[in-house]
Structure formats: structure tokens, C-alpha cells
């Protein structure tokens, strides 16, 4: 594989990587596993989260997002097209928030997030595998996890949009909406990671469950448990990560911080 260039990323960005981890590779643009597609407004930190837990897996996925390869100055319509026509597949992270823009879209009218549905959609007739939709969850409460529930296409318009005269905004929903997707818990990514990962087929193996302290042993007992989400976090990989990094955006060049902090305690599903 060619390398183009090496970039480090910020300290802010996903705290629990190592230093080594940050010393991320540019791949070249046709090995790219994964298009990450969100809404910038409302889930650039679950997409960050996410892009970094490929990243961090082994072997190791290549992931396209935006806020890393869109380079300024350049045609960001022409960045990204070219990312998902060479991705593998398209991580559609669909939010309530990420959605609700599309439901009152008016005729003739263009929004990132749809352009770029509607170009997956299209890709469908020759390779039907091409979209993941990940179904983003949403605390209504500290300690309350609601699932994304919007799946009826009647709530979309029944008119096209500026971007796509062959297909109404509904019936993009409607396929889009067909596809069976990963649910994903913004505060614990890993269970929605192992599946991403398991598509990929490549032997990846997801984190073994720590086993539990012997309680006749009190070398054991008194050691502090630790979760197998923050055992990953602390795994060192054993060659360079790679990372092509651009996904979908809305226009927001807001720079995203966050930390991926695995959940504790118990939550109410609903």
C-alpha cells in the first residue's frame, strides 16, 4: 500500500487512544472499508466515537470522515462523492435529529445528508450489501436509552428534491428504511462495532469478557474490574492504523471534541 502522508490528530479527539493509536496513516482512496454518512449538526461526536473504535479494532478497518479528508479549499460535493463511490460500504447513522430536517424538505430543495441516502440507494441495484444503516439511539434521561423508531416512510415527503429526479424523497426513505440495520448505543459503541466489524469477515475478534475475581484468591479480589470496552481502549496495535478519514456532513465545519467514555451502570431501554 502507498502512503500519501501521515496526520496526527488532535489530544482533544477521542482521549482514550494512545499516543501511538494517534499516529494515524492515510490510505489510498480505493481501500477504504467503510463511508461514515451523519448529521454534523446533531451526531458529529458519535461519528467521531465510532470512526476511531474501527480504527482501533484488529485488524484495523479504513474509514472515510469527513472532518479528516475534505481538505479546505477543495469542492467538498466532489471530496465526498469520490469517498463513497470507493468505500465498501456506507455507515449510514440514522438519528432521530439526523432525520427530522428531511421530513420537511421542501420540493426541489437539497440537503447533504439526503444526497447522499440518495446515492446510496442508487449504488443498491448493482451491489445490494452497500448500506449499514446504524440506527443511533437517544438519552431522554441520564439513565434512559430510547431507540430510533422513525421506519415509516409516510412521514417523508412524497415529492422529489433538488438532487434526485428519478426517485421521490419518500421512496428513498422506503428503501433506505427496507435495509436491516445495527442499533447503536451513544454511550456504549462497542456491541454495534462488533457487528460493523464481523461484516468485514477478516478474523476480527471481538473483546473477550474479563472473567470474574476469585473470591479465594486475594490477589484477585482486591483488583479493580475493568470493563472489556475499556480494555480495547487500552490495547496497542500491533502495526500502523490506517485511516482515509471523510463521511458525510450537512456543510457544519465545526471541529468536533469528544471523548469515548464507556457507559456504566444501567440504563432503561425504551
Request: proline share 8%.
Amino acid at each position: 500500500m502507498q502512503l500519501r502522508e501521515t496526520e496526527s490528530v488532535s489530544s482533544t479527539s477521542s482521549s482514550w487512544i494512545s499516543t501511538e493509536l494517534l499516529e494515524l496513516r492515510i490510505a489510498d482512496e480505493n481501500e477504504i472499508d467503510f463511508f461514515i454518512n451523519y448529521r454534523v449538526r446533531s451526531d458529529k461526536d458519535t461519528a467521531e466515537k465510532l470512526c476511531y473504535r474501527l480504527l482501533a479494532c484488529q485488524p484495523p478497518a479504513t474509514v472515510f470522515w469527513d472532518k479528516k479528508d475534505l481538505k479546505p479549499g477543495a469542492p467538498w460535493c466532489e471530496g465526498f462523492t469520490r469517498g463513497l463511490k470507493n468505500s465498501t460500504y456506507m455507515l449510514a447513522l440514522i438519528s432521530r435529529e439526523a432525520v427530522s430536517k428531511i421530513k420537511s424538505l421542501q420540493e426541489g430543495k437539497q440537503d447533504n445528508v439526503l444526497l447522499e441516502y440518495e446515492l446510496a440507494v442508487d449504488r443498491l441495484e448493482k451491489d445490494p450489501h452497500f448500506i449499514l444503516p446504524i440506527h443511533v439511539g437517544e438519552y431522554t434521561t441520564p439513565a434512559t436509552l430510547t431507540k430510533f423508531k422513525d421506519f415509516n416512510p409516510h412521514n417523508y415527503p412524497n415529492h422529489k428534491s433538488g438532487s434526485c429526479q428519478h426517485r421521490t424523497i419518500r421512496e428513498t426513505m422506503s428503501r433506505l428504511f427496507a435495509i436491516q440495520g445495527i442499533p447503536l448505543d451513544p454511550q456504549d459503541l462497542q456491541p454495534c462495532v462488533d457487528r460493523i466489524m464481523g461484516i468485514l469477515d477478516r478474523g476480527y475478534q471481538p473483546p473477550a469478557a474479563v472473567a470474574p475475581a476469585d473470591q479465594d484468591n486475594p490477589a484477585t479480589t482486591d483488583a479493580p474490574a475493568q470493563s472489556p470496552h475499556e480494555a480495547v481502549a487500552s490495547d496497542k496495535p500491533k502495526e500502523p492504523l490506517k485511516l482515509v478519514v471523510g463521511g458525510s456532513s450537512d456543510g457544519d465545519n465545526a471541529q468536533a471534541t469528544s471523548t469515548d467514555t464507556p457507559s456504566s451502570g444501567c440504563c432503561t431501554v425504551s
